[in-house]
C-alpha cells in the first residue's frame, strides 16, 4: 500500500509551514505596530484641532 503522505517530504512540507507560520506572526506585529502608531497620530491631530476650534470660539465671542 503507498503511503499517504511520503517521507521526503516531511521536511520540505515542514520547513513551508514553518515559514509561513512566522511570517503570519511577523505581520501580525507589524499591523498592531502600524494601529498603535495610527491611533497616536489620531490623538495628535484631535489635540490640534481641538486648541483650534478652541481660538475660533474665543474669537468668536469677541466679535460678539
Not at 503507498?2 to 515542514?14: E, H, K, M
Not at 507589524?30 to 489620531?42: C, T
Not at 489635540?47 to 474665543?58: A, F, N, P, Q, S
Given at each position: 500500500m503507498?503511503?499517504?503522505?511520503?517521507?521526503?517530504l516531511?521536511?520540505?512540507?515542514?520547513?513551508?509551514?514553518?515559514?509561513?507560520?512566522?511570517?503570519?506572526?511577523?505581520?501580525?506585529?507589524?499591523?498592531q505596530?502600524?494601529l498603535?502608531?495610527q491611533?497616536?497620530?489620531?490623538d495628535?491631530?484631535?489635540?490640534?484641532?481641538r486648541g483650534?476650534?478652541?481660538?475660533?470660539?474665543?474669537?468668536?465671542?469677541?466679535?460678539?
Amino acid at each position: 500500500m503507498p503511503a499517504l503522505f511520503p517521507r521526503n517530504l516531511i521536511l520540505p512540507t515542514s520547513l513551508n509551514l514553518f515559514a509561513i507560520l512566522c511570517s503570519t506572526f511577523y505581520l501580525r506585529s507589524h499591523h498592531q505596530y502600524n494601529l498603535i502608531e495610527q491611533e497616536a497620530r489620531l490623538d495628535e491631530i484631535e489635540g490640534t484641532l481641538r486648541g483650534h476650534i478652541g481660538l475660533i470660539e474665543d474669537a468668536l465671542e469677541r466679535i460678539e
